[in-house]
């Protein structure tokens, strides 16, 4: 379920029966001498920010801990998921699989109808710039690094990606693709 923050309130309040200011923040352990916490919780239902799940450094053991306490979990502020937040993406994902496999409900509230929420990715556009001058190069506006780590030159200005977008490695580009075929499983 997808909704308003309003709407994230108004299911807390209806699944506890308590205000979600009322109730305070609840650790969990992660495993390893780690925690998560919690936003709120109360009686198997937690609330949590899309950017402490999906934005900062935590997983699937996070994610389990979660889904073992939780029987519903309210997730606030889904933004669009595009190219540039394929990690943030793919940890969403790993998430939904999580909690579906734990049989933990989630409603969350979006910046988007739930079918929009993934943004079709890879529509990152190269700029190029040809002058049709004798001395004319092929430059790319923007900075360098789009094949890797290292950028592969063919000249001063010109730029070779191997995948054809400015800033994009072929691991970043597998990393979008994967993120592509899991959304269409997590819809």
Partial sequence: IVGSHAHLENAFEALTGVNKSSVGKHRLSVGMGRTFELEAFKSGVGWASFESLCAKPVGSADYLAIANTC??????????????????????????????????RLIASSAAPLASIFAPFGDVIMDVVVDHDESAEIAVIGEGGSSGRSTTMLSRDLEWSATGRIHVSLAELAAVEDVQFAYKRAY
């Fill in 71 to 104: 029987h519903t979990l309210l997730i606030s502020d889904v933004p669009i998921l595009n190219e540039h937040l394929h990690n943030q993406a793919r940890r969403f994902v790993l998430l939904i699989d999580v909690l579906y496999d734990r049989n933990c």
